[in-house]
Every structure is written in C-alpha cells, then in structure tokens.
C-alpha cells in the first residue's frame, strides 16, 4: 500500500522560503511521475509541479513558475518543493503523489492515474 508523508509546511509572511518534503513508500513500480498539488479553501485542488523519476522531465503550473523548484532524492524516495517568493495566494494545504500518470498543465488543472493522497502539510502566508 502506497504512504505518503508530507512535511516543512508551516506560516511565513509574503516573500519568504519553504522547503516542503515527502517520502514515499509502498509503491510497485519504479517508472513513476512525483509531484505536488495544493488546495486551499473553497477551491478546486490544482496541480503544483511534477517529475519523472526516471527520465527526470519537470513541468510546473505557471502560477509558481520560477519560484518553486521541485526536486528528487532517489536514495530516499523523497521528493521535494523548495518554495521561495512566496505569497498570499499561496497559502494551501499541500499534497504530494506517486503515479504511473501524471500531468500538470500550465494553469494547475491535472492529471491522475491514480487517487490516493497523503494527509498534507499547510502552508500559510501572511501579507
């Protein structure tokens, strides 16, 4: 059974950094897409970035284009969002993925081969 767990949310104010990580575990098959989607309240969840983690292709919704970076650590199964010039607009809870299918088109919608989702971490930023 897949597990996923999320973590380095937490509240900073408009401009500041994030390091968000989550290791994953219990999935079957190694040519698999990781990546990250947010919701925040009242709104539809939205895709954040993707990376495959063999061929290493990233895409990112244009909404943090140039801020956010997603990164693999393959070693640990641990993939991770470094977050910087963050803003209001930002505030979410954050959920990362595994699946054998995975797209992030550039305005957030998404994707899945797959459904299931980790608990999340919140992230909050303040104006």
């Known amino acids: 059974q897949v597990q996923l767990v999320e973590s380095g949310g937490g509240s900073v104010q408009a401009g500041g950094s994030l390091n968000l990580s989550c290791v994953a575990s219990g999935y079957m098959y190694s040519n698999v897409y990781m990546g990250w989607f947010r919701q925040a309240p009242g709104k539809e969840r939205e895709g954040v970035a993707s990376?495959?983690?063999?061929?290493?292709?990233?895409n990112y919704a244009d909404s943090v284009k140039g801020r956010f970076t997603i990164s693999l650590d393959k070693a640990k199964n641990t993939v991770y969002l470094q977050m910087n010039s963050l803003k209001p607009e930002d505030s979410a809870m954050y959920y990362c993925?595994?699946?054998?299918?995975?797209?992030?088109?550039?305005?957030?919608?998404?994707?899945?081969?797959?459904?299931?989702w980790g608990q999340g971490t919140q992230v909050t930023v303040s104006s």
């Open positions: 990376i495959h983690v063999i061929g290493g292709s990233i």
């Open positions: 993925a595994v699946d054998r299918g995975m797209a992030i088109h550039p305005g957030g919608t998404y994707y899945r081969s797959e459904d299931f």
